[in-house]
């Protein structure tokens, strides 16, 4: 267990519709990460939030956005679904807000566009 | 995000063998290099990892050898047992993180008992 809590699990939803993704970081963790991981594409960055502030974007799509809490737990907004939005999304934390430290992953969230 | 090209895609390895993954990177600005275990149905789980300025990181059975100049770093698994049997990406990382982990596409391994 990496100490980071994803849910839903499984979610399965309809084209245009919107769903929100919840993220809890390890304990002491200050920085969160968004990746989307899908058979063609593999693992993309999507983006970074460190101590509430957004830190660094990737390959986000203008229809996702994605805010970090005051008590450190991330949500990712993912709207005007299409069906290539279906793919495993995870988030990562890690306690430094630069590269070189350990990102601890979540189990997932699988989202099935229908 | 520059690209992290990885080898093989797939691999299959008869147990007690040695496993080799291979990576190149092309940003010269990453500057920690870490390789991810992934099993079925789970997150990637950081393995082992390298900065640039050593040659060879060796962890137990797990050693990842770092060639600067080429832009090319490899995973060895020594002893291949079928607990390994997983899907393996390296990663490029540059200290500002401005870019987050920059994935190669995995390499799915078998182990054969």
């Known amino acids: 267990d990496s100490g980071v809590t994803q849910t839903p699990k499984h979610l399965i939803t309809a084209t245009g519709q919107r769903v929100t993704l919840r993220c809890s970081p390890r304990?002491?963790?200050?920085?969160v990460y968004w990746y989307q991981q899908s058979l063609d594409q593999g693992l993309q960055f999507l983006i970074q939030?460190?101590?509430?502030?957004?830190?660094a974007k990737g390959n986000i799509l203008e229809r996702f956005s994605a805010q970090q809490f005051p008590d450190l737990h991330s949500e990712l907004n993912l709207s005007s679904l299409e069906l290539g939005d279906s793919a495993l999304y995870f988030c990562?934390?890690?306690?430094?807000?630069?590269?070189?430290?350990?990102?601890?992953f979540g189990q997932g969230t699988r989202l099935t566009v229908v | 995000q520059q690209q992290v090209k990885q080898s093989p895609q797939s691999l299959i390895v008869q147990k007690g063998g040695i496993s080799i993954i291979n990576c190149a990177y092309e940003?010269?600005?990453?500057?920690?290099f870490p390789w991810y275990q992934q099993f079925p149905g789970k997150g990637p789980a950081l393995l082992i990892a390298?900065?640039?300025?050593?040659s060879e990181k060796k962890e137990g059975r797990f050693t990842i050898s770092f060639n600067k100049s080429a832009k090319q770093f490899s995973l060895h698994i020594m002893d291949s047992q079928p607990g390994d049997s997983a899907t393996y990406f390296c990663?490029?990382?540059?200290?500002?993180?401005?870019?987050?982990?920059?994935f190669g596409k995995g390499t799915h391994l078998i182990i054969q008992p």
């Open positions: 304990s002491g963790d200050l920085s």
């Open positions: 940003n010269t600005a990453f500057d920690y």
């Open positions: 939030y460190y101590n509430g502030e957004e830190r």
């Open positions: 990663a490029g990382d540059s200290g500002g993180g401005a870019d987050g982990l920059t």
């Open positions: 990562a934390s890690s306690v430094a807000g630069t590269g070189n430290t350990e990102a601890f």
């Open positions: 390298i900065r640039p300025d050593v």
